[in-house]
């Protein structure tokens, strides 16, 4: 657990996203941190201290001239207490009061006496994002130093569509767990290639068959690994999710579309990562108008797909290949089964059904194994499970590489 016994200060400003924080307090404690929040007055009007004090198991922290506060821990004892500093939600208003140094509350004062690793974590409506003197305040704090964890996009309190939500507290853990995972950009220059998503087939002109698959998975594997210094390459299937800025994005749809782009994009790859739920079969003949509902029972004739991993591996100079097994029962087995099968480096495999996270989840657990050893990741949100796993992936790569 890299956060184990790290102490992290969480500055949560005034905002609707307030209540996000307690989930971000949640998630931090979780993973073994020490965690303790100022919040500004605005805040308060958001969201009660006491909850966030039930969570961290501390005080919380508003008042910049508290006595009580400063007999105990004042704020230049907080700062340098913290190991990370995090602000999230971070207003409009604070950040401007941050890029010009302004230090009128217990908030602003602590980001200028903190001598440690400074995020943000931006909320607010979409048009008070893009506006000028907002993009200005995010490039001026980011030549500061500080660490941008980007809103993502979507509906708003207000009704509106648009870029200005907060990430979400397991992106934000995860980020701060790539971070610590990969300080050193374990990854730097090597390409990766990975597949998410779930594919799907047409029946006729209206439906189609798929799977369960959110890609939440094989998105959050392309973040850490972008986080961790690689050049990725994302080719995805159906999801509801927005790629990772700056990695090469390929959608498709089907499975032959998939194994096309794979195969057109293969070169250069130093790792494949196959994370996407493929379809292992498509049918035979597909209707080029909506099939009619006559008879008590229809029937379809399937042929199977081309098997992507298995042909990845199969190249005579073939990447470091890393599959993935969902899997209801013997779980072991097929995942052993299918690394030998298919000639695989590593292979990840975790349940699926009941509460035991996998499709459509933000949670998960892996039972990652190779041909001579295994590791268990418990379960956690999937930012914070690929992190670990990336890092997995370098070392065994790293070995196979070194080895004579």
Known sequence: MPLRNRHILLGVTGGIA?????????????????????????????????SFQALSGHSVHIELLDV???????????????????????????????????????????????????YIAPAMNHVMWHHVATQTNIQLLQTHGIRLI?????????????????????????????????????????????????????LDAVRYITNRSSGKMGYAIACAAQLAGANVTLISGITALSPPKNCHFI?????????????????????????AAVADYRPIEVAQTKIKKKDDTLTLT??????????????KNSPFTVGFAAETHDLEHYARDKLMRKKLDMIAANWVGGERGG??????ALDIFWHDGQQSLPMTC?????????SLIAERFELKTKRP
């Open 18 to 50: 307030a209540y996000k924080a307690l989930e971000l307090v949640r998630l931090l404690k979780k993973e073994g941190a020490q965690v303790r929040v100022v919040m500004t007055k605005a805040a308060c009007e958001f969201i009660g201290p006491l």
């Open 68 to 118: 009580d506060a400063e007999n105990a821990m004042g704020h230049i004892e907080l700062a340098r207490w913290a190991d990370i500093f995090i602000i999230a939600p971070a207003s409009a208003n604070t950040m401007s009061k941050l890029a010009h140094g302004n230090a009128d509350d217990l908030l602003s004062t602590l980001y200028l006496a903190a001598n440690c690793p400074v």
């Open 150 to 202: 980007s809103p993502e996009a979507g509906e708003q309190a207000c009704g509106e569509m648009g870029v200005g939500r907060m990430a979400e507290p397991h992106t934000i853990c995860a980020r701060l767990l790539a971070d610590i995972a990969a300080p050193s950009q374990i990854l730097a220059g090597i390409h990766i290639m990975i597949t998410a998503g779930a594919t799907r087939e047409p």
């Open 251 to 275: 959608q498709t749809e089907t499975a032959q579309a998939m194994h096309n782009a794979v195969f057109d994009n293969i070169n250069p790859c130093d790792i494949f990562i196959g994370a």
């Open 302 to 315: 399937f042929q199977k797909n081309a098997d992507i991993l298995a042909d990845v591996a199969a190249l």
């Open 359 to 364: 499709f459509e989840s933000s949670e998960n």
């Open 382 to 390: 999937k930012e914070t499970l690929a992190a670990q796993l990336i």
